[in-house]
């Protein structure tokens, strides 16, 4: 874990949307938290390959990282051949966008994970000598074996783990299922990981299994998505290094103090994705929980946060949670430093227009959560031949999506169904899809628009 002085660190703001006010008897709270990052990272502070050290940085100053690059060589990545060809094309692309003095690695993924550049169990630092070396090896790469993607996501895990740097994070690609483990293997192998480094996963072709490569981005924070197309493999690989060598500053924990007799119901990030972190909390003290959020380069995000409180009478009033983003002391010694904070309010009032008015915030993202949800659940019903509820679900996807200006989710959705009307998700199930198509909407189902403030 990396020391950040203040004067690295990027500035982070806290905003919270919510209605405070509660009928007689009234005890969910709702909130909208969104956690703005400033100062630094993809527009900011690190300099991205070919561009000039960045204000606020001196020679050497940009936040220290280390990337493992783990790449798919089971023998299925060998039909058709251009597909091996592609994801080393891809490979040599993002090792050309590595910033100058990061550490990183390049994996051989099969039913074994072999560490190919450079090769000693260690990490090379990115120079142009060593990014010519890596080059070198990945055109050795041939396809052949099978598929354990926990090993591959073990050896990253040591590699990274033993380099004193403060962003550590995992690019992994496949083209098939994980076949030569077992399922809780792989879960196991992901919840040793979880927390030690993030990692973005990519599936090639269509071969794949969409909830396999979803798990491993929604375990350790990073992104998934489908490169239906293995053509377009550099350019999505160079867009995730150069995200990657955005961050400036990791570990950062969404901090939820709750006063006595308040219970957390969830907290969910809803954009740009929607992930349930309620189950990942760790204990802070005494009614304090940590829920992590991962790396972080100039960016915003937005959370939901639902809590319980107590009854309370007419013209009462209570903090019902206090958010924080906090930063952990990297000796575990000292006290974390707290970045920025936050207030969730309760007050109760016979005012039943006041009460019973819906933040904006909050309807936006509820909407957007069920969207990714019916989605899910419309593909689910489809494979199993449950056309009805595939037709129900689906037309409900099409209606909140058409609602909350979700255009990307909606063009993804009409190649799915035939949208009669948008408005009141009137859809009917295509005769025929592309699995491509299918697999593109069930992996980038949990995107989300953000609301129009």
């Not at 990052?37 to 991205?48: I, R």
């Not at 089971?74 to 094309?89: E, F, I, L, V």
């Not at 007050?347 to 509820?366: G, L």
């Not at 859809?427 to 189902?445: G, I, N, P």
Request: hydrophobic share 40%; aromatic share 4%.
């Amino acid at each position: 874990m990396a020391i950040f002085s203040k004067s690295n660190v990027p500035q982070f703001s806290v905003e919270v949307y919510q209605n405070a006010f509660l009928p007689e008897g009234g005890r969910e709270v709702n909130a909208i938290v969104t956690v703005t990052s400033t100062g630094g990272g993809t527009t900011g502070g690190v300099p991205l390959p070919g561009t000039a050290a960045s204000p606020g940085y001196g020679p050497g100053q940009a936040p220290s990282a280390a990337v493992v690059l783990m790449v798919d060589c089971s023998g299925s990545m060998d039909y058709p051949p251009t597909k091996m060809r592609n994801a080393r094309d891809a490979t040599a692309a993002a090792i050309d966008t590595l910033r100058e003095g990061t550490r990183f690695s390049v994996v051989a993924g099969t039913h074994v994970a072999k560490d190919v550049y450079p090769g000693n169990g260690q990490l090379a630092v990115a120079d142009a000598r060593t990014k010519a070396q890596a080059k070198e090896a990945l055109r050795k790469l041939s396809a052949g074996g099978g598929t354990a993607i926990g090993t591959w996501l073990r050896l990253a895990d040591r590699l990274l783990g033993a380099a004193d740097v403060g962003i550590r994070h995992g690019i992994l690609l496949t083209d098939g299922r994980n076949e030569h483990e077992a399922p809780e293997d792989l879960r196991a192998a992901l919840d040793s990981c979880a927390g030690r480094f993030t990692c973005d996963a990519r599936g090639v072709g269509t071969d794949w299994e969409v909830k396999e490569v979803t798990s491993i981005a929604s375990s350790l924070l990073g992104t998934a998505d489908i490169v239906a197309d293995p053509a377009g493999l550099a350019a999505d690989f160079t867009q995730m290094m150069e995200n990657a060598m955005g961050k400036e500053v990791a570990d950062v924990a969404l901090r939820l103090w709750t006063p006595v007799g308040v219970e957390i119901r969830f907290v969910k990030q809803v954009a740009p994705t929607v992930e349930d972190l309620t189950g990942r909390r760790t204990e802070a003290g005494p009614r304090a929980g940590d829920y992590p959020t991962g790396s972080w380069g100039d960016e915003s995000r937005d959370y939901h946060v639902c809590v319980v409180v107590p009854e309370a009478g007419i013209g009462q009033e209570m903090l019902a949670a206090r958010v924080s983003l906090i930063l952990p002391d990297p000796s575990g010694a000292g006290a974390p430093q707290v970045l920025s904070q936050g207030l969730v309010r309760a007050v109760w009032t016979d005012d039943m227009v006041a009460s019973t008015s819906i933040n904006p915030q909050v309807a936006h993202y509820t909407g957007q959560a069920e969207l990714a949800q019916v989605i899910q659940q419309g593909l689910d019903a489809r494979k199993s031949g449950d056309f009805d509820g595939a037709t129900a679900k689906l037309g409900r996807a099409v209606q909140l999506a058409s609602a909350s200006g979700n255009q990307d989710t909606a063009k993804l959705l009409s190649k799915v169904v035939d949208v009669v009307d948008a408005a009141t998700g009137t859809v009917r199930l295509k005769a025929k899809v592309a699995e491509a198509d299918e697999m593109t909407l069930e992996t980038r189902s949990t995107k989300t628009v953000r609301v129009k403030k």
